[in-house]
């Protein structure tokens, strides 16, 4: 497990590091309402090439990123809203899983039994208004 303690200034240096020690190109990202959940992925897209595209598929559930050159870099998902996991599965929920790309997941646990055996668990935790904790831990 690695924990990491960070400011929202240090948000790109931090996105970085957590790039290079993943174990898995799929993220779930564990955290209360408010916690930076969606402010991460945005750094974490604008490290591998997206830009400022990021921002949170609440309502449409999903987003896909591409690099500033047009190739695909991701997929984020966020789950807040889902009723099932059913209703994941119709989305085509392991389609995405079985693609080599990006796959940012909010809210991983509306969905626990469809979540593929080898992704990374980003917990968040706020710290104070402005520091937020990280714990990244490979799945079980």
Not at 65 to 94: C, I, M, N, P, V
Request: glycine share 10%; charged share 25%; with cysteine.
């Amino acid at each position: 497990m690695q924990k990491i303690i960070y400011t929202v200034k240090e948000l790109d240096m931090v996105s970085k590091e957590i790039l290079g020690n993943v174990s898995s190109r799929i993220l779930c990202f564990n955290g209360e309402m408010g916690a930076g959940k969606t402010t991460l992925i945005k750094a974490l897209v604008r490290s591998l090439g997206g830009g400022d595209q990021a921002n949170s598929p609440t309502f449409g559930i999903v987003n896909e990123y591409q690099t500033q050159k047009g190739e695909l870099l991701g997929y984020h998902f966020d789950f807040y809203r889902l009723e099932s996991e059913g209703e994941a599965l119709d989305l085509g929920l392991e389609d995405y899983f079985s693609q080599d790309t990006w796959v940012f997941i909010e809210w991983p646990e509306k969905i626990g039994s469809q979540l593929p055996q080898n992704y990374t668990r980003i917990s968040l935790e706020i710290v104070d208004p402005v520091t937020r904790k990280i714990e990244i831990t490979k799945a079980d």
